[in-house]
């Protein structure tokens, strides 16, 4: 007879899974939990992958042979995006978010942990295929959402320091124009934060004209490492063309109106 | 008959607890969820708490009544956290991890998103019983300790900037002395980004004579806020006496000797 029942390893076989999200577990760890035959804990897995997928929640993917296990690749439903994508263009276009010079004040929302982590879920979606090994973000707005993209994908995250005062030992530093107010800037990153030639993600909350981003391109540089992708919340219509190509961005701010107190915002899926 | 069997809702159950850690879920929810009777739920959740209880992840706590929800509290097993914490401990008193000054690298540590995660979990558990309404850090190396605490607090994060510099409209800025290096410094926060009078905790990651924590605790004084206690990853021994009291450190740093390379920390539960 089993040690434990169906409906008691199932609540510990998800929560397992869940911790630990694009991550291969083996099925050896989970039967020597449960004291248990190796084909029961198939059936549980088969049953949470079902359910899983009718509700939406992601793909749970078994693997066979020797070095068998399961791996749980969350996905967020279509509608569910559009929906929070929505909620989240809604909340930025309220008027009173206009500060001084047109910019937005949006750090109550990507300091939300709620929302920070939606996002690190759909970036983590969209950029697991490519099998980064860093999340790299530059202080200070874009650790939230960095951080919660490096949890949905299980990597470290790399943080770029504004500035050149790092005390982490020997530090390569870069200087960079913002891309809208063409002011010189410097940032920099430990060389021990980064092994040389990573596969990166880079993770961050707003572009403009993309100076931050490219800069943070050209340290990567440095460090021998290959961009991936770059992942950003909003960004701007204007200027239309940016410092960098290919990325990918959640919202679209088109305008902010100071006179007419106005904000207007587009989501990538509607 | 019901439209899905207890194996299928058990899963989907977990996963919505333990998405929200410290929040009232209604049974009702579930309950239209799943098209199912609110007794059966509430068996469902009984499998689910007892299991959990057995695993030691925490405490599953049912209310009754028309308002009646459940609520899902992780602990963590006491024998878990000494060994993470010893495990913690080793891997901060590697010797390479010595630094210029006597200091000491750890930012892989703090950025690495398991442990931020196991961290910000303990703290949680040692602070939900005051029932906190923000958790509040400074930039930069805080955050993640700090928002892995707001997340499994499910609490909003406010983030102190270093510095004057502000673009979030009106912001209370005050100068603090570092306790260690006697060094003038100014830190701000935006006026919106905390009302007046909330009840917050503080995390950091490190703590030394307690400058940046005193700090902390007369700039939130400006926003009338109760500070209910603070939460460190490692303090020093020396000095022994720090400019705030009663916060609650995980490790101990004892000695950096830069001569010996040798670097000796201890664990609160050691």
């Keep these: 007879m089993e040690k434990w029942r169906r409906s008691e390893r199932i609540p510990i076989i998800t929560k397992l899974l869940l911790e630990k999200p694009n991550t291969l577990l083996s099925l050896n760890y989970f039967a020597e939990l449960f004291q248990s035959a190796k084909s029961s804990i198939s059936e549980d897995i088969a049953i949470i992958r079902d359910v899983f997928e009718q509700f ?29 994508l929505r909620e989240l263009k809604d ?12 910019f937005l004040y949006m750090t109550d929302i990507i300091f939300d942990v709620m929302i920070a ?45 504004d500035g050149g005062r790092v005390t982490e030992g020997s530090a390569v530093s870069i200087n960079y124009v913002t891309g809208s107010s063409r002011i010189i800037r410097t940032m920099s990153l430990s060389r021990r934060a980064l092994p040389l030639g990573s596969k990166v993600i880079i993770i961050d909350d707003f572009m403009k004209a993309g100076g931050t981003a490219k800069g943070m391109i050209e340290l990567l540089q440095e460090f021998k490492a290959e961009v991936l992708g770059i ?8 200027p239309e063309k940016k410092l960098v190509n290919n990325y990918y961005s959640l919202l679209r701010l088109v305008e902010v109106d100071e006179q007419e107190r106005k904000i207007s915002i587009k989501s990538i899926l509607d």
Tied chains: 1, 2.
């Design 56 to 84: 939406g929640y992601g793909k749970i993917e078994t693997l066979a042979g020797a070095s068998g296990g399961v791996i749980c690749i969350p996905r967020i439903q279509k509608q569910e995006k559009i929906k929070f």
């Design 91 to 102: 909340k930025l276009s309220e008027e009173n978010r206009i500060l001084p010079g047109g």
């Design 117 to 161: 982590q939606k996002v690190g879920e759909i970036f983590a979606e969209y950029f697991v295929d490519s099998s980064p090994q860093y999340v790299v973000t530059m202080e200070t707005k874009g650790i939230p959402l960095a951080l919660m993209t490096a949890k949905a994908l299980n990597l470290p995250l790399v943080i770029i320091r």
């Design 231 to 238: 992942g950003i919340l909003i960004d701007t219509e204007y």
